[in-house]
């Protein structure tokens, strides 16, 4: 990883229990909330990342990897969530391990009013499929909560997903017209 990208320690954090649990691929949408992952994941030889044009492809990618005997992690921000919903049967009929890290919107301080349907329903539309919902807003407590979902979804074989908060990246400031 290039010593010079300065990350929040909450993202540092992510991938370090990644790597740490022998993640071996990283599908994304490229998004600012996980960039820090998406560029360790790009740096990190034993990691192949795969840049993905929608989310649901993702959900492909990480039951792919799966049945080729890798663990393999979906990073998406909510807004992505909506485009999943029809892919999310394939975990569920055929109860594959799943771990997405879902980096919220429409919510603290949302300046994008396109962004506020989807992120005022993410953790309902996620349980309607299945999936167990974890969520963290504390910076300090990101690592422990990604590393219990990550035991759900790897040792247990549960779909799990983590909203990581909108406050962890913080506030987004755009020129007012």
């Known amino acids: 990883m290039n010593s010079t990208v300065s990350a929040p320690g909450w993202q540092k954090s992510v991938f370090d229990v990644l790597r740490e649990g022998d993640v071996k691929q990283i599908a994304y949408v490229p998004d600012a909330g996980h960039s820090y992952a998406i560029q360790a994941a790009i ?71 396109w962004q506020i349907p989807m992120g005022s329903t993410t953790q309902q539309a996620l349980e309607l499929m299945g999936i167990t919902v974890f969520r963290v807003d504390d910076p300090d407590q990101v690592g422990e909560v990604v590393s219990a979902a990550f035991d759900q979804a790897f040792l247990a074989g549960e779909r799990v997903a983590v909203l990581l908060g909108q406050r962890l990246i913080g506030r987004k400031k755009w020129e007012r017209k």
């Open 43 to 113: 740096a990190d030889p034993g990691i192949e990342d795969v840049v993905l044009t929608t989310e649901e492809e993702g959900v492909g990618v990480v039951s792919g990897a799966w049945l080729g005997g890798q663990r393999a992690v979906l990073l998406m921000q909510s807004s992505g969530v909506g485009n999943c919903v029809n892919m999310f049967s394939l975990l569920e009929m055929c109860k594959f391990p799943f771990l997405a890290l879902v980096t919220m919107r429409g919510e603290y301080a949302e300046f994008n009013p």
